[in-house]
């Protein structure tokens, strides 16, 4: 279901809470009825069909989680929920939903009061990490949208891979965008890097490159320039004409600092109903690829920056999002992939439609 539909069930969570904290802070069953199970539907997850979700589902155990949440007539995962007034993160609430998920063999667990919503892992050996993540809908709902959407009914199946992507990029790229010169750095080391591979027959002056780099960021990202340390070119000056063909001063600036692009993503329709619309365009457009076969997609041989679309490695330096074995490259803007998309539906006779969308 699309996510548009979550914020508004999460507003309208938002504003019973505010208007029933009384009701909700000792009344279980409210909870359940009017503040999860909506949030539960707007996942996909229906509540009233029990192929889907089965509660108060006595284990082999005798215990009775307060829902069963289930696919292809296997528990993806255990929802236990609790009034207002109990705090999630108490050991023993834990605990409780612990020993459901680990006697039924089920890899993840959440523990919701409607307003604030804790995902359990039940098989890490670290008791820290089985907490994933905590979040309150009243505080940050754009967050908690992103971490809720996780739990789609149609994609529970790869929540262990969102999360491990998920990890991936915040270890690897949050020291790298801490700052502006933590992310310039990594540019100019990545770029000089590559440089230097292709070009290794080539010497060249200690400082020589990282100039020229740190010029070429300069005029993109319109900053004062950067001193920087002075290298002779072959004829003996610092010839600006080679490095940059437009004059600063007359050279509109791609980057304006005073305006940015609005954010878009898209929204992908394909003939049996399914929709897709990811916050990431990115995400979208690789699971997208996915639904329509990854194979038949790689089969079209199509290129994208001088890099196949489908490649069974991964690029040095390009984006691409994983699927199964498969990388696929991301690397566009919200205007390729759609193209993309579309000339995938053409040459293989799929209906689709591909709308570009604000965030």
Known sequence: ?????????INNIIA????????YSRNETAVRDQLINPILHALGWDVTDPDIVLPNEPGRDGKVPDYSLMKNKQIKLIVEGKHIGVDLRQDRVISQLGSYCHSRSIDFGLLTNGVEWLLFKTFERNI??????????????????????????????????????????????????????????????????????????????????????????????NLAPTPTTETNPTNGEDNESELNPNP???????????????ATKLKITFADGTILDDRKASIAFAKAIEKIGIERVRALQIVSNTVPLISTTKHEFYGQNQVDNYYVMTNTDTKGKKATLEQIANALGITLDVQIIPK
């Open 1 to 9: 279901m699309p996510n548009s539909s979550l914020q508004e069930t």
């Open 16 to 23: 019973k809470v505010q208007r029933y904290p009384d009701v």
């Open 128 to 221: 820290a990490e089985r907490t994933v993540w905590h979040i309150d809908i009243r505080q940050n709902t754009e967050k908690a949208i992103e971490k809720l959407s996780l739990l789609f009914h149609n994609n529970v199946e790869h929540l262990e891979d969102e999360l491990k992507r998920s990890k991936a990029l915040k270890s690897y790229f949050e020291p790298i965008t801490a700052n502006q010169n933590a992310f310039f750095n990594w540019c100019k080391a990545s770029a000089k890097e590559a440089f230097l591979k292709e070009n290794k027959t080539l010497k060249f002056k200690p400082e020589e490159i990282d100039n020229y780099l740190q010029k070429k960021l300069d005029l993109l990202f």
């Open 248 to 262: 600063i001063d007359e050279t509109p600036n791609p980057f304006p600092t005073n305006s940015r692009a609005a």
